[in-house]
């Protein structure tokens, strides 16, 4: 009797290490991870899911070291990466969960309501300084920017900035919520957020991809109409050998269930 005891209290020991769960990297992703996890632990009693974020570099520096079983990410992983990886003994598995659009955000009080996608160029590497340039009132432009481990960070440098670099001195920030604060207290700041993170402190601006003919909302509807022109792919990256362990969260994030999360939580599905 006493064997079978020990056997049973090592067997629970085992489950619960294998059914523990580490997800960490972009704060984009964050609080999609995180609803996700939430649902799935209520529905999956005894199954543990941890989410953190920190940017997706992070995340998926993370991976290489064997810190976290997946990388949350918001742009792709880079080829220095995946040879890290490859140094590591470890192959790297990628899938795309959802999608989000970018929005470029002011202080609500700001008059100005589009740009297109050379003024914003401009903003950001440091060419325009003052809102009257774009039709503004007389006031200093004051720039953030994600801090260079994110994927946002990445992905609006390609996207917008046509892989240009920032201006020098651009104040970078940790977390997309501080960006909202700092947009949401001063009426010369402008920054960009990831769609979820919209809310009644800043102004989304109408972006225009050709010059001004057109100036889009960043929506959900518009994202998915690919009209929008700042969508992107969010992503999962997890080690192969970890793929019993992942494949029933993220089978759970793809489903009809998890992508209903997506919905709700404002950014993309898959369909």
């Known amino acids: 009797m006493k064997k079978i005891i020990i056997s049973f209290a090592t067997l629970v020991i085992a489950f619960s290490t294998v059914s523990a ?25 005894g199954l543990s899911v941890t989410v953190t974020g920190g940017g997706s570099g992070v995340g998926i520096a993370a991976l290489v070291e064997g810190t ?7 742009r792709k992983i880079k080829f220095d990466e995946k040879v890290k990886m490859q140094e590591a003994g470890k192959t790297v598995k990628e899938v795309i969960i959802a999608y989000d659009a970018l929005a470029v955000v002011v202080n609500p009080n700001n008059k100005v309501s589009n740009l297109t996608r050379e003024q914003l160029e401009g903003i950001f590497t440091g060419k325009i300084r003052n809102w009257k340039e774009v039709g ?14 994110s994927g946002t960070y990445e992905f609006f440098k390609e996207s917008v900035l046509k892989n240009k670099n920032y201006m020098n001195g651009i104040l970078s920030l940790p977390a997309t919520g501080a960006i909202v604060q700092s947009v949401s207290q001063t009426p010369g700041d402008i920054g960009y ?57 993220i089978s759970y994030v793809l489903s009809d269930a998890g992508q209903k999360i997506v919905e709700n939580i404002g950014y993309i599905t898959l369909d």
């Open 68 to 74: 976290t079983d997946i990388a949350q990410s918001s």
């Open 136 to 149: 503004g009132d007389d006031l200093q432009i004051v720039a953030y920017s994600r801090e260079t481990s």
């Open 193 to 249: 957020i990831g769609l979820a993170y919209l809310n009644d402190h800043v102004k989304a601006l109408n972006v225009s991809y050709d010059k001004g003919a057109n100036y889009i909302t960043p929506s959900v509807e518009t994202a998915k109409n690919k009209t929008y022109p700042i969508v992107r792919p969010l992503f999962y990256y997890y080690e192969g050998r970890s793929e019993k362990l992942v494949q029933p969260f």
């Open 21 to 45: 769960q580490r997800i960490k990297g972009s704060d984009t992703v964050l609080p999609l991870s995180q609803r996700e996890a939430e649902v799935y632990m209520k529905e999956n009693l």
